[in-house]
């Protein structure tokens, strides 16, 4: 899959030592393109209120477009 840069993003798989989980909501703010490897992206991903909570550079298979069916979930962040 190929995301266009702003898009909403989802994430697919946890990353726990990044503070990221599954279905965390993201924006994708720039694109990585190296020969012969995946197409990375640098997500910002956000709270409820907006502010940036992480910034991770993650390979497309990690993410998937948002879509009319999503609804924002809530997780406790200690």
Do not use: W
């Not at 030592?17 to 490897?37: F, N, P, R, S, W």
């Not at 209120?49 to 009319?68: D, F, K, M």
């Amino acid at each position: 899959m190929n995301y266009k840069l702003y898009s909403d993003v989802i994430l697919l798989c946890n990353l726990p030592e990044e503070g990221l989980y599954a279905d965390d909501i993201g924006t994708v703010v720039k694109q990585h393109h190296l020969e012969g490897l995946e197409t990375g992206y640098r997500v910002e991903l956000f709270d409820l209120l907006g502010n940036i909570v992480a910034v991770a550079t993650l390979p497309g298979t990690y993410l998937r477009s948002s879509t009319r069916a999503d609804k924002p979930t809530v997780s406790l962040v200690n």
